[in-house]
């Protein structure tokens, strides 16, 4: 008797073992998300996060969430291998793209250099997928262009966000939403990349992600959605597409109901938004992908400590005139110079 009771003991010990090790290796963060959208911020680098510029709204929002202030880029620092990456989940070396090859040709399904639009495509048939950019390059030559992914190409950032907006208040709610913003980068190419003209279109994109993310919030598409922001390179005086670690960090952040509130740790690439995109949404990551989940981005569900959406409207409103007006003054004056 003693030993049929060891023998059972033994039994129940092994199999809560199991589901114990099962418990554990249970990824709960996998499909658990239903929309996912990515903010592209040309040429922010790792300006997001310094403490001499105002990011009040990148502050809020990923306040209680991940990030990680210098993700690596590719190697060559230009924003067509680097949104080549952070959308194919590939090396430049393997997709290939380049701003001359991204201006003349379309990409379509029958490339290698698929997408995540076209993996959510294969996934979900009948999924809204929608990409606004201001680089038409990327909507042109990057996402493919016969998968059904509708493409708005805008002339300015504000005029880009302008079309979120009205998108989002009509009641769209996309399985994935790509957005590129480049004023930044033009900022830099114009006056430099360490010039008071390109912290202040930081500090203006940081008002232009806030409209985005408020307009997506104020849908209620905040409970079960991926909310990232990325940068494909960074700057630096005379340019970029180099090695320097200016041109070679940038921004890599991510805010969800289960997104840990950490700094993400030293490996992290800007592609793994790639990996990011396919996990959250419960698709199998293509074994090309050379973009992986970074392991502490994801935690269990719970109430965000701090609130993401506390400046009322208006006050936003000001603010952007704000902006506006003080750039206005600025052109004018330089008018006299
Ligand atoms: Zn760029």
Redesign the pocket.
């Known amino acids: 008797m003693k030993k049929i009771v060891s023998v059972i003991l033994c039994a129940v010990l092994a199999l809560s073992c199991t589901v114990f090790v099962f418990a554990s290796d249970a990824d709960d963060s996998f499909g658990e998300y239903e929309h996912v959208f990515i903010i592209g911020i040309?040429?922010a680098g790792a300006m997001f996060g310094r403490e001499d510029l105002n990011t009040p709204n990148f502050d809020r929002i990923f306040a209680d969430n991940a990030c990680r202030h210098d993700a690596v880029t590719e190697y060559i620092t230009?924003?067509a291998q680097?949104w080549g990456s952070i959308l194919t989940g590939l090396s430049y070396d393997v997709h290939g793209f380049t701003n001359d090859s991204t201006a003349s040709e379309k990409n379509t399904s029958a490339s290698s250099n698929h997408t995540v639009f076209y993996y959510v495509r294969q996934a979900v048939p009948d999924a809204e997928l929608v990409s606004f950019c201001h680089w038409s390059n990327i909507n042109k030559g990057i996402i493919e262009s016969d998968i059904g992914v509708k493409k708005v190409n805008r002339g300015t950032d504000p005029l880009v966000v302008d079309m979120i907006v009205d998108y989002f208040s009509s009641g769209n709610a996309p399985k994935l939403m790509f957005v590129q913003l480049d004023s930044v980068?033009h900022a830099a190419h114009t006056y430099g990349g360490f010039s008071d003209e390109y912290y202040a279109a930081v500090e203006k994109a940081d008002v232009y992600l806030g409209d985005i993310y408020d307009a997506i919030y104020a849908q209620g598409l905040m409970d079960n959605s991926l909310f990232i922001v990325v940068a494909?390179?960074g700057e630096t005086a005379g340019g970029?597409g180099g090695q320097t670690k200016e041109e070679s960090s940038a921004v890599l952040a991510v805010a969800g109901h289960s997104v840990n509130a950490a700094e993400l740790g030293e490996g992290v690439h800007n592609r793994d938004v790639s990996a990011i995109t396919l996990h959250a949404l419960g698709i199998e990551q293509p074994e090309a992908f050379v973009s992986s989940v970074p392991a502490d981005l994801f935690g269990d569900s719970r109430e965000k400590t701090t609130d993401p959406n506390p400046m009322p409207e208006r006050l936003r409103e000001w603010r952007i005139f704000f902006y506006d007006f003080v750039r206005m003054v600025n052109i004018l004056l330089s008018l006299f110079d």
Do not use: E
Request: cysteine-free; charged content about 35%.
């Open positions: 040309d040429g230009t924003s680097n980068d494909d390179h970029h």
